[in-house]
């Protein structure tokens, strides 16, 4: 299937919206109803969870594999372990850590669809949501250190 599924497609670029409506009230000095300081502390906490996320989305393409090393199983737990010690520094901090680990977790993606691990349309949607992402938090980095 090179194609990605629609409900795949739809719901992965739902899960970008909160990424991008935090950053752009980041970038804007925030609203009437959050400001910067809040929208920043909620977008490191997503980035987290979704970061984590995706760490699991590794243990489930590990877990169906019949053969392997079982590298895949260390894969998934590593963005997890940096999820939640990025919890415990500034959140401007945390986001470009954030941002470089979905970089380093999008290569290794990559290259376990090019092995065979994960359908092809997988890797295609990650380099999308992985981009919107990343800008995201960069963009939202660069907002905060400009003040």
């Known amino acids: 299937m090179k194609e990605i599924p629609s409900l795949a497609f739809w719901l992965g670029w739902a899960g970008v919206i909160p990424f991008a409506a935090l950053a752009a009230l980041v970038v804007a000095g925030g609203s009437a109803s959050l400001d910067a300081a809040s ?3 909620a977008l490191a906490a997503y980035g987290v969870i979704i970061l984590s996320f995706m760490g699991g989305a590794q243990w489930g393409l590990e877990t169906a594999r019949r053969d392997g090393d079982g590298s895949g199983f260390l894969a998934s737990v590593v963005p997890a372990l940096i999820a ?7 959140p401007a901090v945390a986001l470009p850590i954030l941002a470089a680990s979905f ?3 999008l290569i290794y993606d990559l290259r376990r669809v090019r092995a065979g691990t994960g359908p092809a349309w997988y890797g295609r949607l990650r380099i999308q949501l992985t981009s919107a992402v990343v800008l995201s938090l960069l963009a939202a980095t660069g907002a905060v250190f400009r003040t």
């Open 39 to 41: 929208a920043l502390r």
């Open 84 to 90: 939640f010690a990025v919890t415990f520094i500034d």
């Open 103 to 105: 970089i380093l977790l």
